[in-house]
């Protein structure tokens, strides 16, 4: 009984959008009907959608790994006053909207912004170039953006490593890189999982920060699902276009699971 307010509360505003969405895209003044799928796989321009959302997301959890990977280590590792310190960095930029952190992305990433003049004074760049509006732009304002979430679930799992098995390692004359490879990866897995379908997920679905950063010109599912409902009033496209955002996200979150499962029973 005290469950049943909160399954009311999900049936409304989370079960029946869903349920509306699937019906809607199967739906045709005929009764049911698979077109809208076959129209939409049929058209090489969804196609290339499908493509650059599933490299952007691949793209901006790559960056989130290589840099959230380290920075987990360096926070479980580090003392109990630049612990707070690093985690009050980490989550206190949570609270701040993805609109208000993609409009700062904007100044950082236009040719006269900061990243432009660093490349400049570095010698890298020999006149300013513009990230804003690019591939590249895109990749860094979202992985900054879903960063936390990639650092997060990678330090709960390093936090509960002991330190003694790379030195228990060392003392067996395993080499630095046959540690981190046969001991602390394998223990440090299920977070690397855990991270990568959080940022993955969030980045596959992301909607504003793609509007901000990059414009129309590039099309991703969720883009193309907003510009169907809000500016073409196709309905039906913007149905079958959500649902196959969601078959993918589905999907990254039910592999994802099964992966972590995995790892962990063998941990």
């Known amino acids: 009984m005290l469950a049943v307010p909160a399954v009311i509360y999900f049936a409304v505003v989370y079960a029946y959008p869903l349920i509306w969405l699937l019906l809607k ?3 045709s003044p ?3 009907t698979l077109q809208p799928y076959i129209g939409f796989m049929s058209d090489p321009f969804n196609w290339r959608v499908i493509g650059n959302t599933l490299r952007v997301a691949a793209w901006v959890t790559l960056f989130c790994l290589v840099v959230g990977y380290p920075a987990a280590f360096a926070l479980a590792r580090a003392g109990a006053f630049v612990q707070i310190v690093m985690l009050v960095s980490i989550i206190l930029p949570l609270s701040i909207g993805a609109v208000v952190k993609a409009f700062a992305w904007q100044i950082v990433l236009r040719r006269d912004g900061v990243v432009s003049q660093l490349m400049l004074g570095l010698g890298i760049w020999d006149e300013p170039q513009r990230l804003l509006f690019t591939e590249t732009g ?3 304002g979202a992985a900054n953006i879903f960063l936390p979430f990639m650092i997060l679930p990678i330090y709960s799992v390093v936090k509960l490593i002991d330190p003694r098995l790379s030195e228990a390692g060392a003392t067996l004359g ?3 890189l046959y540690r981190f490879t046969h001991v602390t990866l394998p223990l440090t897995l299920p977070g690397v999982v855990s991270g990568i379908a959080f940022v993955f997920s969030m980045s596959v679905s992301m909607f504003v920060i793609p509007s901000l950063l990059i414009g129309d010109r590039f099309q991703t599912l969720s883009t193309l699902t907003g510009r169907s409902f809000l500016l073409m009033r196709n ?10 955002l969601l078959v993918l996200a589905v999907s990254i979150v039910v592999a994802s699971t099964w992966v972590g499962r995995r790892l962990g ?3």
């Open 25 to 27: 895209s199967f739906s």
């Open 30 to 32: 005929t009764g049911f």
């Open 138 to 140: 895109l990749v860094l």
């Open 174 to 176: 395993a080499t630095p």
């Open 235 to 244: 309905e039906q496209l913007g149905s079958t276009t959500a649902v196959v």
């Open 265 to 267: 029973g063998r941990t």
